[in-house]
C-alpha cells in the first residue's frame, strides 16, 4: 500500500465526541498524515469541505450537509448509535476501529471481572466490610463453567484468555464459530442451554435489533442459583430491572457492570448500592488514539485513492 505519508492532500477530517480528547487525537491522526486537516465539530465552517468524519454519538443531522464525505469512522467498536440514524448518506462507508490494543484491553478487564467471581472475591470483600476471617476453599478452575454470548473480534480474544486459565469455557454466536479450547455454540436454539450451565455468563454481544433485550427475564432465570454476570455489551442486550430484582432475591448472586439501559446510570439507582454489584463507567475496551490511529490512517488513504476500506460496517447486521 502506499505510504501515508506519500499522500500531499488528503483533505478534511471532521472529529465528534463528548468522551474523547481532541488534542490527543489530532495530534495522532497528523502523526500518521501531516497533510490532513483535523478540525472539530464546531470549527467545521463549511460543511461541502468535510471529506471524513470521526465520531461517537454525534448529533441528529450531524453528516446531513457533509455532501463530499467519503468515510465515516465510527470512535470505538460497538456502531449501535448509527444504527437507527436518518442522516446517514447511503454511499458513504462506515467503519469502526479494530484495534488490537482494544481487544487486548477487552479481554484485560474480562479476565479480572472473570476471576473475580471465580475466587469469590466479592464474598471476601463483604467479609471484610464486617471485620471477619471468613475462609472458602478456592474452587478448581477447570469446575467453573464460563460462557461467553459473542465470539467477535473482542469475545473470542477473551474466551481464549479465559480457557488459558482452566476454567471451562462455553461460546454462543449467533453463527458458527471454532476456537481452540472453547465449546462453541451457535442459533437461538443453542442459547438456553449455554445459559443454564452458566457459573458465570460474560456478555459481549453487539446491541442489535435481534439482541436487543435478548436476555430477558426468563433467559436470566435460566442461569444456575448464585451465578455471576458480566455485561461489557451494552445495557439494552439485558433486562436491567430483570437482573436487579434477581440480584435482590440472591437468584443471580453477583455482578460485574460495564454499561447500563441509561447512561450514565442514575444516582438513584439501586444497583449502586448492592454490595453484590460492581460498577464501571462504560471503559471496559476504549479506542488508543496511538495505535488505532494507524488503522483509520489506512483506511483514510485507501478510500482517497478509490479503494474499499477495511473493517466496514453493515448497519443492516449491526457490526
Given at each position: 500500500m502506499t505510504?501515508?505519508?506519500?499522500?500531499?492532500?488528503?483533505?478534511?477530517l471532521v472529529f465528534y465526541s463528548k468522551f474523547d480528547d481532541f488534542g490527543i487525537w489530532k495530534r495522532a491522526l497528523q502523526s500518521q498524515l501531516p497533510a490532513l486537516r483535523v478540525v472539530q465539530a464546531d470549527e467545521v465552517g463549511n460543511p461541502e469541505h468535510i471529506h471524513y468524519a470521526l465520531v461517537w454519538k454525534p448529533p441528529a443531522g450531524f453528516f446531513q450537509p457533509m455532501t463530499q464525505l467519503k468515510l465515516i469512522v465510527n470512535l470505538g467498536a460497538g456502531v449501535d448509535s448509527l444504527a437507527s440514524r436518518d442522516d446517514l448518506p447511503a454511499h458513504v462507508p462506515i467503519t469502526r476501529i479494530s484495534d488490537p490494543n482494544m481487544a487486548r484491553m477487552m479481554a484485560g478487564y474480562v479476565l479480572f471481572a472473570t476471576l473475580r467471581h471465580a475466587r469469590d472475591i466479592?464474598?471476601?470483600?463483604?467479609a471484610q466490610r464486617r471485620g471477619e476471617w471468613a475462609y472458602r476453599h478456592p474452587r478448581n478452575p477447570g469446575d467453573i463453567r464460563v460462557a461467553v454470548l459473542g465470539l467477535g473480534e473482542l469475545g473470542a480474544m477473551a474466551a481464549s484468555e479465559l480457557q488459558r486459565q482452566g476454567l471451562t469455557v462455553l461460546g454462543w454466536s449467533r453463527s458458527p464459530?471454532?476456537?481452540e479450547g472453547v465449546q462453541c455454540h451457535a442459533g437461538l436454539d443453542a442459547l438456553n442451554a449455554v445459559l443454564s450451565q452458566a457459573d458465570i455468563l460474560v456478555v459481549m454481544l453487539p446491541l442489535t435489533a435481534d439482541t436487543n433485550g435478548l436476555l430477558d427475564r426468563a433467559r436470566l432465570q435460566r442461569l444456575p442459583h448464585g451465578a455471576a454476570v458480566i455485561n461489557v455489551a451494552r445495557g439494552a442486550v439485558v433486562d436491567q430491572l430483570a437482573l436487579t430484582e434477581l440480584l435482590q432475591s440472591g437468584h443471580i448472586g453477583s455482578a460485574t457492570l460495564d454499561v447500563f439501559e441509561r447512561e450514565p446510570l442514575p444516582s438513584g439507582d439501586p444497583l449502586w448500592s448492592m454490595p453484590n454489584v460492581l460498577i464501571t463507567p462504560h471503559l471496559a475496551s476504549v479506542a488508543i488514539p496511538a495505535s488505532a490511529a494507524k488503522q483509520i490512517a489506512d483506511n483514510l488513504v485507501r478510500v482517497s485513492n478509490g479503494g474499499a476500506p477495511a473493517s466496514q460496517v453493515d448497519l443492516r447486521r449491526g457490526y
Amino acid at each position: 500500500m502506499t505510504n501515508p505519508h506519500a499522500s500531499p492532500s488528503l483533505g478534511t477530517l471532521v472529529f465528534y465526541s463528548k468522551f474523547d480528547d481532541f488534542g490527543i487525537w489530532k495530534r495522532a491522526l497528523q502523526s500518521q498524515l501531516p497533510a490532513l486537516r483535523v478540525v472539530q465539530a464546531d470549527e467545521v465552517g463549511n460543511p461541502e469541505h468535510i471529506h471524513y468524519a470521526l465520531v461517537w454519538k454525534p448529533p441528529a443531522g450531524f453528516f446531513q450537509p457533509m455532501t463530499q464525505l467519503k468515510l465515516i469512522v465510527n470512535l470505538g467498536a460497538g456502531v449501535d448509535s448509527l444504527a437507527s440514524r436518518d442522516d446517514l448518506p447511503a454511499h458513504v462507508p462506515i467503519t469502526r476501529i479494530s484495534d488490537p490494543n482494544m481487544a487486548r484491553m477487552m479481554a484485560g478487564y474480562v479476565l479480572f471481572a472473570t476471576l473475580r467471581h471465580a475466587r469469590d472475591i466479592p464474598y471476601f470483600e463483604a467479609a471484610q466490610r464486617r471485620g471477619e476471617w471468613a475462609y472458602r476453599h478456592p474452587r478448581n478452575p477447570g469446575d467453573i463453567r464460563v460462557a461467553v454470548l459473542g465470539l467477535g473480534e473482542l469475545g473470542a480474544m477473551a474466551a481464549s484468555e479465559l480457557q488459558r486459565q482452566g476454567l471451562t469455557v462455553l461460546g454462543w454466536s449467533r453463527s458458527p464459530r471454532r476456537i481452540e479450547g472453547v465449546q462453541c455454540h451457535a442459533g437461538l436454539d443453542a442459547l438456553n442451554a449455554v445459559l443454564s450451565q452458566a457459573d458465570i455468563l460474560v456478555v459481549m454481544l453487539p446491541l442489535t435489533a435481534d439482541t436487543n433485550g435478548l436476555l430477558d427475564r426468563a433467559r436470566l432465570q435460566r442461569l444456575p442459583h448464585g451465578a455471576a454476570v458480566i455485561n461489557v455489551a451494552r445495557g439494552a442486550v439485558v433486562d436491567q430491572l430483570a437482573l436487579t430484582e434477581l440480584l435482590q432475591s440472591g437468584h443471580i448472586g453477583s455482578a460485574t457492570l460495564d454499561v447500563f439501559e441509561r447512561e450514565p446510570l442514575p444516582s438513584g439507582d439501586p444497583l449502586w448500592s448492592m454490595p453484590n454489584v460492581l460498577i464501571t463507567p462504560h471503559l471496559a475496551s476504549v479506542a488508543i488514539p496511538a495505535s488505532a490511529a494507524k488503522q483509520i490512517a489506512d483506511n483514510l488513504v485507501r478510500v482517497s485513492n478509490g479503494g474499499a476500506p477495511a473493517s466496514q460496517v453493515d448497519l443492516r447486521r449491526g457490526y
